[in-house]
């Protein structure tokens, strides 16, 4: 699939208030496109609501009533998104439309990793019906870029001046001890196109709570530039800072990156990490770190395959 | 599989009438975890699901704030929600119920009211739920097992009414009533549909129908003039429940035969009365032990405290020289919450022309008893003053 083959149906209005080159936008309006399309089964499903927890997009997405989305959005303050969609969902269970509508919560990873993960950890282990989107920029991007549990270890914010000193929360063990029926992981960029659309119509096909964590690229918060969104997202791929992963029927799989690349082609282009790319020994460590972790999400695929 | 809610005479137990109240409301969901003393309502309503008793959705929820979280989700989708609490459990559920409240969001909380920590305590106080005196939100104290049940159904019709559309917090005592078993009534189903119509959702606060009717946004940001209108709109929401409770209470008696006057609070004794004694919850009955059958004390049993019944309170106590008041709970400015909402009302020690005596008690255990009422009247006959000092009830001085 390249960039050509694709037409995306317009449900992001250009009154939108996101930032410029802002990775979510495009990724919201690619994910709301396809969902609408028909699914791998046949079905098409119509969007019940977007759910909002506190975000950039609680004030991009609209206002005085109006959805820019064209699609019913329900904001929630920051805690709550995942049973509040949940809520949605039993609604539409009752009417006997749960295969017909779709319910998506869209949350950050402030809100899922961190303030929102008790409420999320219900909604899953109940597998409520619900698509439930971590829109990772890997900062509270709303605030204007602090430090969450998504964000890398090492990577400035503006409550880590000195770089973040403790690990990157594992979003992925957290959702697999919760056995959903799907979790992917995915970015939006050209070389990962056919991933991206493969795993989105996948989740929306399906019932239960199906998590996306999508890498989305946040220039103020990332420090780069605004018109680096799609090839930061391969770059994040193809140095395997941030894995491609489907997990579905207790199996796990990682799409390879085409050509594998060091971790510095990802960091030089963020000033976020400057005090990374200027310390061998920092650099070093970084690398180690995502080595080890491809090599446990290997063995981690090597044993659900014999499982 | 018995499939069947019982109605009749029985007796019941203020935390089992409340969930006969759930239960006849016909939920599409309930919401559950377990507190001491409200974990006998969330228990029997799973009971009653898993029975098929109800075809209510039981969900067992991981907090007090999930299961706030699953109402705002069940009402915006235009369902009918109820969950049950107590103390901790209510307090945390303050950022979302305020939310619940200020999106116009209908649904019913039956709290069971406990004291509010520290000290750790699993005794009755209304610390709780008079903390959340400033919400927009309908609150009514049960004074008896009857009104355990009766209340549930009164709370989803005020709180459904297009007019209204806010949460409904009903109050019952912890122990005093949740464990207390008493004779109840419980009307039939074919009774309370009569009474409570199915819900239909305030067109701004609902996810729209199948009706391909435009896409909304709930609850984004507004202009200041639209945000202004709303949270104006809210003062009136709470005065049309205020003209709206003497409806129900009436519309009530017509389906169950049970009087509850005017709905706002009841009155006993005191036909020649030169003293009230107001009061809120299970202790009122105790009160009406002591005082009860004499004509020189009127004892009122305050049901809703919000909206507060400022102007039918007037009228109800005539023209007493002495109101006495009797809360259970205790202010930063060193007054109970009801002495305090009828100073604001009426002047700083007076009420409608008669002096106000403020006691407060009745935490941590203390029983609150005949007896002690009868020492109270006579302090307020003979000795007491001044008037804007609030006294405690036994204890240390």
Sequence with gaps: MKPRDISVASFLDSRHGLCPGCGSAIAMAHILSIVSQPLPSGRTKKIRAVVVPASCWSIGSGWNGVSFLGTNLVNTPFIAGATVGEGISIMSERKWLADDELT??????????????????????????VLYVINDNQTYGNTGAQES?????????????????????DILGIMLSHKIPYFASLALSVPTLNDFYAKVAKAA????????????????????????????????????????????????????????????????HQRRFASIMNSPELLREFQERVDRRWSYLLRLEENSRES | MDGKLRSGRMVLTGNRAAAHGFALAELDVFGGYPITPSTEITEEMAAFASRGVISTTYRNMDSELASMALGI??????????????????????????????????????????????????????????????????????????????????????????SVSLPVLVNLDGFMLSHTAEAVGVPTSEQVREFLPPRHGRKDSVLPGEDGSAAMNLQCPYDWEEHSARKRSLVGAMRSAQSLIPKIANDWQRVSGRCYGNGFFRVNGGVNAD???????????????????????????????????????????????????????????GNGVIADELRLSGGACRYNGADIHSFVGGFGGQDLSERGFIDMLDAVRKEIGPLKKTYWLGGRG
């Design chain 1, 104 to 129: 998506i919560v869209w949350a950050g990873d402030g809100s899922s990793f961190d303030i929102g993960l008790g409420l999320l950890s219900g909604a899953a282990i109940r597998n409520a019906n």
């Design chain 1, 149 to 169: 549990g998504a964000t890398p270890e090492g990577a400035r914010t503006q409550t880590s001046p000195d770089g973040k000193e403790v690990a990157q929360k």
């Design chain 1, 205 to 268: 096909d399906q019932k239960g709570f199906r998590c996306l964590h999508v890498l989305s690229v946040c220039p103020p918060g990332w420090k780069c530039d605004t018109s680096s969104a799609p090839e930061l997202a391969a770059l994040a791929v193809d140095t395997r800072v941030f894995p491609l992963v489907e997990v579905a029927d207790d199996c796990l799989h990682l799409t390879r990156p085409k050509r594998g690349k060091p971790v510095e082609e990802f960091l030089k």
């Design chain 2, 73 to 162: 989700g069940v009402a915006t989708a235009g369902g009918r929600y109820g969950t049950a609490t107590s103390s901790q459990g209510l307090a945390l559920m303050f950022e979302l119920l305020h939310w619940a409240t200020t999106a116009r969001l209908p649904l019913v909380i039956a709290n069971t009211n406990r004291s509010l920590g520290a000290p750790w305590s699993i005794h009755p106080d209304q610390t709780d739920s008079l903390l959340l005196r400033d919400f927009f939100m309908p609150q009514i104290y049960c004074a008896s097992v009857q009104e355990a049940l009766d209340m549930i159904l009164w709370a989803y019709r005020l709180s459904e009414d297009q």
């Design chain 2, 275 to 333: 003293v009230a004694v107001i009061s809120a919850g299970a202790v009122t009955g105790t009160v009406e032990e002591a005082f009860g059958s004499r004509e020189d004390v009127k004892v009122i049993g305050l049901r809703f405290f919000r909206p507060f019944p400022a102007e039918e309170l007037r009228a109800a106590i005539g023209n007493v020289s002495k109101v006495v008041v009797i809360d259970r709970s205790i202010l930063p400015n």
